[in-house]
């Protein structure tokens, strides 16, 4: 998968006060191999890896996914119960990992 580095400027600009960093990064190679669930994104090509964060909150990674290649899109946390008010959340997971 490739990410930018004007994706990773972004997310640790843009989302850093809100959540570990580093944490967040070690995670997403688990996140990315056995996500809690994946989501249809409001782009076909874009699919949502979610995973648990910690106790209060959940890591949100979309990556746009193309025939040739798949690059992260960014990366973020938030509560449950702003993630179930989202419309790809409203429309129903792809996978749910077993469990």
Not at 7 to 17: L, P, S
Not at 65 to 73: A, G, S, V
Not at 76 to 87: C, H, L, Q, V
């Amino acid at each position: 998968m490739h990410v930018s580095p004007g994706v990773v400027a972004h997310y640790r600009e843009k989302h850093g006060t809100q959540m570990d960093i580093g944490q967040a990064e070690r995670l997403l190679p688990a996140v990315l191999a056995n996500p809690l669930h994946v989501y249809q994104g409001k782009k076909r090509t874009t699919l949502i890896f979610v995973e648990r964060y910690d106790g209060h909150y959940l890591l949100i990674v979309p990556v746009k996914c193309m025939p040739d290649h798949i690059w992260q899109e960014t990366l973020y946390i938030t509560d449950p119960a702003s993630f179930e008010k989202r419309g790809w959340v409203r429309s129903g997971f792809l996978y749910a990992r077993e469990g």
